[in-house]
């Protein structure tokens, strides 16, 4: 399994941007896929998750209702759409996969529960 990320930079404080997961090596029907995030000097935490069978998704408190996750399935891609962006969103961007999903899998909130990580893509927000 393999996850590129992409579409990280420099915005300014109230500005969009959207980050992309191309995923690839395997049908990911039966994955949650999940974005996490890493400030500097912070621990990992976790941003968002989809489950890619069936769509049902999971925002944390502090993006939700400004962040948005979504996949594609015949581009095998998750994207991570970022509106009214704050500069407490700068921090390095990963996405990760999780397999063995079923219907009554939750999405789960740990990092230590994913199998597959990207590289990670940076996103900077200056106030």
């Known amino acids: 399994v393999q996850l590129q990320a992409s579409g990280g930079g420099l915005v300014q404080a109230g500005g969009s941007l959207r980050l992309s997961c191309a995923a690839s090596g395997r049908t990911f029907s039966n994955y949650v896929m999940a974005w996490f995030r890493q400030a500097p000097g912070k621990e990992r935490e976790f941003v968002a998750g989809i489950k890619w069978s069936g769509g049902s998704f999971l925002h944390a408190s502090s993006v939700k209702g400004r962040f948005t996750i979504s996949r594609d399935t015949p581009k095998n891609t998750v994207y991570l759409q970022m509106n009214s962006l704050k500069p407490e969103d700068t921090a390095v961007y990963y996405c990760?996969?999780?397999?063995?999903?079923?219907?009554?899998?939750?999405?789960?909130?740990?990092?230590?529960?994913?199998?597959?990580w990207g590289q990670g893509t940076l996103v900077t927000v200056s106030s």
């Open positions: 990760a996969a999780k397999s063995g999903a079923s219907y009554y899998t939750v999405i789960h909130t740990g990092g230590n529960e994913y199998d597959y």
